[in-house]
């Protein structure tokens, strides 16, 4: 099976930024999606990016232009960095990955995802 840990949390002021990473072990042939979902007290689990296993990535709107992608596949990690954070992307962030597609319509759901690491914690002070 695929196994995930994520890393790179921490606090920081809105405007700030961090760099995300989820490191990717076991089983990942043909893998067909990987995504960051983040999770805020009393909200539900969203999708906030994510990368197909044809390239093509999907950012939620809510950080489009802010947040990025990326992978490195030799090192198998996946990353998402993350820029002018604001108060409102403090969560619970989680690394995930699926082999069905990525979404379902135009969203990308916890649902459709079968590997999860155990979060990381971000916190934007306003």
């Known amino acids: 099976q695929v196994q995930l840990v994520e890393s790179g949390g921490g606090s920081v002021q809105s405007g700030g930024s961090l760099r995300l990473s989820c490191d990717v072990s076991?089983?990942?042939?043909?893998?067909?999606?990987m995504a960051w979902f983040r999770q805020a007290p009393g909200k539900e689990r969203e999708g906030v990016v994510a990368?197909?296993?044809?390239?093509?990535?999907w950012y939620a709107d809510s950080v489009k232009g802010r947040f990025t992608i990326s992978q490195d596949n030799a090192k198998n990690t996946l990353y998402v960095e993350m820029n002018s954070l604001k108060s409102e992307d403090t969560a619970m962030y989680y690394c995930?990955?699926?082999?069905?597609?990525?979404?379902?319509?135009?969203?990308?759901?916890?649902?459709?995802?079968?590997?999860w690491g155990q979060g990381t914690q971000v916190t934007v002070s306003s």
């Open positions: 995930a990955a699926t082999r069905d597609r990525c979404r379902v319509g135009s969203t990308v759901s916890p649902g459709a995802f079968q590997y």
């Open positions: 076991g089983s990942t042939y043909n893998t067909y999606c």
């Open positions: 990368v197909g296993g044809d390239g093509v990535r």
